[in-house]
């Protein structure tokens, strides 16, 4: 199989069908869009298409500026959760490299 992408994370759901599970107008999920918080793929005819991990990302996204946050602290949280997760990553590739190393492991 050439797509490695978890059912997840396939951009298959329509905006109309993103405001019916979430709640939101398809003004909100366009501003937050619009604020860098979401990113739905464009079909060639321009239509936006969402994943289940999206739907999941804007209910956050929704409790949050609930709760009072503002899209600009919601995004720098967002892109220091994105620098942690490359961080953990790393580290844990090196780790495994260096396991490889000293066990004399190879990749296949």
Do not use: C
């Amino acid at each position: 199989m050439g797509n490695d992408l978890s059912y997840k994370d396939k951009k298959v759901i329509t905006i109309g069908v993103v405001r019916d599970l979430t709640g939101l107008s398809e003004r909100q999920i366009r501003y937050y869009e619009e604020r860098k918080l979401i990113f739905p793929e464009r079909t060639g005819g321009g239509s936006r298409k969402y994943s289940f991990s999206d739907v999941e990302l804007l209910m956050k996204i929704a409790n949050k500026i609930e709760d009072g946050i503002q899209t600009h602290e919601i995004r720098k949280e967002m892109i220091r959760e994105q620098k942690k997760q490359n961080q953990d990553e790393m580290r844990r590739k090196m780790i495994q490299g260096q396991l490889n190393a000293q066990f004399g492991l190879r990749k296949n």
